[in-house]
């Protein structure tokens, strides 16, 4: 079946360093990819998506690319900061039976220190 | 208006109590679902509406016991449940339910069984 592999958590950066939280996906043909963040305490918002290969998804400075050919959509910052502090999970839309729903990967947990 | 609302934020019940989670939105969605989050894991789906027909019971234990009243409102009414039930239940709606539709989470139920 469809599945969703993420990095081991948690991260930790300092301030301003460079963020790549790795996302690879097993799926028979060419699902949706999402990436969702949450905060302590919080539902699960969703932060950016790509719906086709080579399609790049970006909010907030952060960014990440349909891959077919590696099956991945890591997820990239180019400058984190603090409020950045969160739970990252890597998602594709999987389908059932007519009906849609999310496969999740198993989350990383991401630290900012000043 | 993008928000989907759950009550209450906090339930305490115990193992022979009978209460129920209410979801609520007003985007025109027509596709709803019930997740549950255990501690530092991803959500696990439990149940998926679509244009107010369940469409998808993951196996769900029959204490757990889902209805959609309307298009804007979800419940979940529980019963006889156990200490391992004890999560956060996250309420989610979409567009509909296709491959590319995202899904606006609620910030939870922090559901505590004594």
């Known amino acids: 079946g469809n599945s969703v592999t993420q990095m081991e958590g948690p991260v930790t950066l300092s301030e301003e360093a460079f963020l790549t939280i790795n996302c690879t996906y097993t799926?028979?043909?060419?699902?949706?990819l999402f990436w969702y963040v949450q905060y302590p305490g919080e539902g699960l918002q969703l932060l950016l998506k790509?719906?086709?290969?080579?399609d790049k998804g970006s909010n907030k400075g952060f960014e990440a690319t349909y891959r077919k050919e590696t099956t991945s959509f890591h997820l990239e910052k180019g400058s984190v900061q603090v409020s950045d502090s969160a739970v990252y999970f890597c998602a594709l839309s999987d389908r059932t039976s007519g009906t849609y729903k999310y496969i999740f990967g198993t989350g990383t947990r991401l630290k900012v220190l000043a | 208006d993008t928000e989907v609302t759950q009550t209450p934020k906090h339930l305490v019940m115990g193992m022979t109590n009978k209460k129920s989670l209410k979801c609520e939105q007003h985007?025109?969605?027509?596709?709803m679902y019930w997740y549950k989050q255990k501690a530092k894991k991803p959500p696990e789906l439990m149940f998926v509406y679509s244009y107010e027909k369940l469409s998808i019971n993951e196996s769900v234990p029959s204490r757990f016991s889902p209805e959609c009243p309307n298009s804007s409102l979800l419940n979940l009414h529980l019963h006889a449940l156990q200490p391992e039930d004890s999560a956060l239940y996250l309420c989610?709606?979409?567009?509909?339910?296709?491959?590319?539709?995202?899904?606006?989470f609620g910030p939870g139920t922090r559901l505590t069984v004594t």
């Open positions: 989610a709606s979409s567009q509909v339910s296709s491959g590319d539709s995202e899904q606006y």
């Open positions: 985007m025109g969605h027509r596709a």
């Open positions: 799926a028979t043909g060419y699902p949706s």
């Open positions: 790509a719906t086709k290969a080579d």
